[in-house]
């Protein structure tokens, strides 16, 4: 089962938007909880202050009471239902009884007993009475004596305001016995830093929506403007079809990242075109071969049947030798198409052997008629020819080609100019209508100067089978025109399997 | 009827020619686009025959000449060139009709018939002079349902007269669309066509259906019978 086709410009505005979100939401809630740590930090160091100042201010008094000055302590009362910069607070003696606590407070339970070592102190979070997140603070500390006690117990060995049982109290009072230790507990409800919270809340929701949206619109708006020149092209491209590929895909306004892509694309469309419109060409010009032949023949036949008895019938004999003429350019036409699409399956037979190209030059000129035979000039060149590894029956069909070629193509009584090479040859006919731009249609099928198939036996491939043949011999052909003179130069390589290099004259 | 053939296969050209000439039609052949529009601008042609891929001058730039000199004969195009580009393409350009190659010569021959009708406004292939009945499509004559016996000559003159029925047709007219350059104007052998025409009506009762207007030609006209 195949999946369905994503759009790619949607993968991407959904993935940057979420990566981009993320990061954002990640670093929000990251700078969310440093603050407010910073805020409840904040918040236990009054907290702590507080506390300090109440140890400062709580001793034990001569008479074994507890002095506690809340009034200097500034700690508000906690009401219920009035929670502003209210606090509990809750001193207990060593054995975790409580001495002193706020009104309110009803009962040990309030706060939670936490027996931390003296001046240290631990801070944690709790629900006040059950309603409102609060803070609150734990330590210990070690019950002073009232300071008019001591102040007077060191300036005079008996003081005068003590009486006998409160001086012997403050005498044998030791402020380090473990039995002096109290353990406090102070709670407030941070209200101002719980609004500047919530605030902060709102304020980091709001901003992370609207920062989500602008981020989805950005990125939309740049991904779209990116993948505008990718999506005009892909609409251009789907439009495109066997019968437009001449329309090229814009290459102005393409990214740089996608240029090489079309460029490649444009060429690769080029050469399909040029391919669909030369098989176009070549389908019909075979078709025009083959359908003429066809209905001469057809013709031949019917003509010949339909006036039977008629005075001015044709012979029937010029009839059958007319139809075996017919038939025999036919098999020849067919004969030479087989042999074009066999180069293009490498079906043909390639039979390396020693060969000499002036015999087979000599065996090709000895089957011209005598007409042609008297306008050839060969040349044979010193050094004389050495032979060469090559397949003989094709380059004789190569040289059989080029001199029909030439002979077919020259005024009737011109030269042909015949010259060798240690491993080639060349071949020269005057011409009257070639033209420079026609020299590269040379060795396409079926292209003829004249698009009329005048002459019975020619139909345009002779010289696109000589390529074939030079392609499967390794060789290279060429032609130049020069003052209506058609050189043809034909190399091979000395051996069948050297590459191009060899071929270098 | 005249008919011109431009074909450079000359043994397509050769084979055509002679089936046309066969059928009972004056054919001129040409090889070539230039020395056929020669043809056609010099005598008057009942039927065009134009090979498309002809040297010298294609058939559609020949085409293109015949119709700029208001040429009216029917022109037929026939290639090998199958495509509908180039039927469009020919039929576009002012051709009347478009065969491809290879053809059945029985459908070449009833496409010129068809086109032969076409020129002198005939719709069916049966023509119809009072009694008297002409299948040009078959080449058979008819006289009150009894078929007469004509020779090819003899059925294409008076094929011609019955497709200008009304009108009177000069000698030289006659021997232009009927008869090859090679035959003197000046003979007698129009007139002695004629004469064997009213003969073989005559024996079945058809008389004075071909009239002689004195210096200006022959006149065929509906008459009813008098049995």
């Known amino acids: 089962m195949s999946r369905p086709h994503t759009s790619i410009q949607s993968r991407l505005v959904i993935s940057l938007t979420t990566a981009i979100i993320a990061l954002f939401g990640i670093s929000t809630v990251g700078l969310y909880f440093f603050m407010r740590n910073a805020f409840y930090e904040q918040a236990d160091k009054n907290l702590i202050r507080v506390a300090e100042d109440f140890m400062h201010e709580t001793a034990r008094t001569p008479d074994g009471g507890l002095e506690c000055e809340f009034h200097e302590l500034n700690i508000g009362e906690f009401q219920k239902g009035n929670y502003e910069g209210q606090a509990y607070y809750e001193l207990r003696d060593h054995q975790g009884k409580p001495l002193i606590q706020s009104a309110s407070l009803t009962g040990g339970e309030d706060l939670p007993h936490h027996p931390v070592a003296v001046g240290t102190f631990k801070t944690e979070a709790l629900m006040l009475n059950g309603e409102i997140p609060g803070r609150v603070i734990y330590t210990s500390f070690l019950l002073k004596l009232e300071e008019r006690v001591h102040e007077k117990r060191e300036e005079t060995s008996t003081p005068a305001t003590l009486t006998p049982t409160e001086k012997a109290f403050a005498d044998s009072y030791d402020e380090n016995d473990p039995q002096n230790r109290v353990y406090l507990a102070i709670a407030e409800a941070p209200t101002e830093l719980l609004r500047t919270l919530i605030i902060l809340d709102s304020t980091l929701l709001v901003t992370g929506i609207i920062l989500a949206i602008t981020t989805f619109l950005l990125v939309r708006k740049i991904v779209l403007s990116t993948f505008r020149p990718l999506i005009e092209i892909a609409q251009i491209t789907e439009q495109m079809g066997p019968d437009n590929l001449n329309t090229p895909l814009p290459e102005e306004q393409v990214p740089l990242e996608l240029l090489p892509l079309i460029t490649r694309f444009n060429q690769f469309i080029k050469r399909l075109d040029e391919a669909i419109s030369r098989e176009r060409r070549f389908s019909i010009d075979l078709a025009h071969e083959i359908r003429s032949p066809v209905a001469e023949i057809r013709s031949l036949m019917e003509v010949a049947a339909d006036s039977v008895g008629n005075a001015h019938a044709e012979d029937p004999f010029n009839t059958y030798q007319r139809g075996a003429e017919i038939s025999k350019r036919m098999s020849k036409i067919i004969e030479v198409i087989t042999v074009i699409h066999q180069d293009n399956t490498e079906a043909i037979q390639f039979v390396s052997e020693s060969s000499s190209i002036e015999s087979i030059l000599e065996h090709s000129i000895e089957a011209l008629d005598s007409p042609t035979q008297t306008r050839i000039q060969f040349e044979k060149n010193e050094p004389k020819f050495k032979n060469i590894e090559t397949d003989s029956d094709l380059l004789r069909a190569v040289i059989d080609n080029l001199l029909m070629n030439a002979a077919a193509h020259s005024p009737a009584h011109s030269k042909i100019l015949i010259s060798s090479q240690a491993n080639g040859f060349t071949i020269k006919n005057t011409t009257t209508d070639l033209k420079e731009s026609d020299l590269s249609l040379l060795t396409k099928a079926f292209w003829q100067k004249d698009s009329a198939r005048t002459e019975a036996d020619c139909f345009g491939l002779g010289l696109t089978l000589v390529t074939v043949y030079l392609r499967l011999l390794r060789g290279r052909i060429d032609h130049s025109l020069k003052d209506g003179e058609l050189t043809t130069k034909v190399l091979l390589p000395s051996k069948h399997n050297t590459d191009d290099s060899s071929l270098e004259s | ?227």
């Open chain 2, 1 to 227: 009827m005249r008919i011109l053939y431009v074909e450079d296969s000359s043994s397509l050209r050769e084979t055509i020619g002679r089936g046309l000439k066969n059928a009972g039609y004056i054919v001129t052949l040409a090889a070539d686009g230039i020395s056929g529009l020669d043809a056609a601008l010099e005598a008057e042609h009942d039927v065009i025959i134009i090979d498309v891929m002809l040297p010298g001058m294609d058939g559609f730039e020949m085409l293109g000449e015949l119709k700029k000199a208001e040429v009216d004969s029917q022109i037929l195009m026939l290639t090998a060139r199958a495509s509908i580009e180039d039927r469009v393409h020919g039929l576009e350009s002012g051709a009347d009709d478009y065969l491809v190659k290879p053809f059945a010569w029985k459908e070449l021959l009833a496409r010129v018939r068809n086109l032969i009708r076409h020129r002198y406004g005939q719709q069916s292939s049966s023509l119809s002079i009072g009694d008297l009945k002409i299948d040009t499509q078959a080449q058979r004559i008819w006289y009150k349902n009894k078929e007469l016996r004509m020779r090819p000559r003899e059925f294409s003159i008076l094929e011609y007269l019955a497709l200008r029925v009304g009108k009177i047709v000069s000698r030289t007219e006659l021997t232009e669309h009927l008869y090859d350059h090679a035959v003197d104007l000046k003979s007698n052998a129009i007139d002695s066509a004629i004469c064997n025409i009213r003969k073989k009506l005559t024996l079945e009762g058809c008389d004075e259906i071909i009239s002689t207007i004195p210096r200006r030609g022959y006149l065929m006209e509906s008459r009813t019978s008098k049995s």
